[in-house]
Each structure stands twice: as C-alpha cells, then as structure tokens.
C-alpha cells in the first residue's frame, strides 16, 4: 500500500511538471509571436502553481520588458538573479531594464572591504554557500579518517595538510553563509511599481514630501504602519511611501 502510494504521488508530480513545461513551451511560442500579454498570464500561472526557476522569471521579465513595462520587468529581472547571481544574460539585461527607469540615483560610496564582500557573496546564493559549507564539511571528515588510518608518515603529512586546508576553507564558505542569511534576513527589498509616488517625512498623506519615487526604482524596506512602508534609496535617504505601490523581491 506504501508503495502503491509513492507511486502515485511521484505520478501526479510527475504530470503536473509535464503540463508545467507544456504551458512553458506554449507561452514561449506566444512570444515569439509578440503575444507578450499571453505568454505573460501563462507564465504566471506556473508561478501560481509553485514552481519558480530563474529562467521563468527571466522569460516574464523579458515579456514585461517588450510591453515596456520597466517596474515589473525589473522586478522579475531582480527575482531571476537571485536564483542565478552569475547569470551573464540576466545581468545584461536588468541593466537595459533599470536604464529605461526615469530615476537615476547615485548609491553611497562604498569602502574596500564592503566591495570585496559584495563580489565574493553575490558568487552563489545562500543555499550554495550552504552546500559548500556542508561539502567541505564532509571532505575534512574524509580526510581526517584517512590522516587516522594511514600508515605511512608521508601519507599522514599529506592527509593532515590537506585536512587542515580543507577546514580553513570550511571556516571562510561557513562565514559567508552565515552573513548571507544574515544579509537576507536584514536586508529586504522592493520594486516601486506606480508611474510616480510623492515619498513622504511620515506615514501620514498630509506630511511634507520628500523626494518623488518613479516606477522600477529599488527600494529597500526598514517598516510598516499600517498601509505606509518605510523605505530607504541607495543614496541613504529615506521616507514614507504606500505600501500598495511597492512589490517586494
């Protein structure tokens, strides 16, 4: 009965991926058609349904882009790197979609050591520094059992050196993955997606505005109250927004 069980769940898995990538393969020739609309609802159903990948997000961003729809184009642009953060093509991409943005916001200076962190973190996301973590976890076990059952001196210098290479590198993948969830926990973003929006000094419709937000702008997220958000630009300002006009990453 167990058996009969696995099999049938593992066949309805199974049909479902197959009409996922049915539908997928459908709203690709939409495109290709220059139906964007269409291929759009089709991918988004897929999304509905739980399945996310970075080229799902990369095809709606793209279709987003030709119906040159810059908020939601980014959004998806940004969802696709954070699944393949080494993505050339995604990269290149989001890079037009944020050149079409009305706002051009010029980020804080950053120093030496935040820059060397950023490039080294953005190599793999937080479950690939885990991997690794736990890869180079399971290697130094490997080794330190052969440093314990080698006979030979010449092979137990070996197996130790490498064990102790191993764990230094354990320790560094190890302190990236934390950071990163770290960063990941803290750090949380959003896309504006209305035309304009007045960012104002309080959660208050009458406050005095700040600074006027435009659509595909990045924004990250410090707090809510009730319907507004508070949120900060690159360059470190901060204010007062409706919560409705941000979609967060």
Known sequence: MKCLVK?????ILFSIQGQAQGLFNEAAQNYKNEAYKKAI??????????QHSAALYYNIANAHYKLNQVGPSIYYYEKALA?????????????????????????????????????????????????????????????????????????????????IICSCLF???????????????????????SEATDVKSEPKTNSDTIFVIHEGTKVQLLETDGLWTHVAIVNGVEGWMPSAELKKL
Not at 175 to 185: F, P
């Open 41 to 50: 609802e089709q991918w988004n159903s897929i999304l509905d349904n739980g």
């Open 7 to 11: 099999f049938y769940v593992f066949f």
């Open 83 to 163: 699944l393949a953060p080494n993505d050339a093509q995604i990269k290149t991409n989001l890079t037009f979609a944020q050149n079409a943005k009305v706002d051009a916001i010029t980020p804080l200076p950053k120093t030496i050591f935040s820059k060397w962190y950023t490039t080294i973190a953005r190599q793999f996301t937080f479950d690939g520094w885990a991997l690794l973590a736990v890869l180079f976890s399971g290697l130094f076990s490997i080794l330190f059992l052969g440093y314990y059952f080698a006979g030979a001196e010449q092979k137990k210098r070996l197996f130790f050196t490498t064990a």
């Open 171 to 193: 320790v560094l993948v190890f302190t990236m993955a934390s950071v990163s969830y770290k960063d990941l926990q803290k750090n949380v973003f959003a896309i504006v997606f």
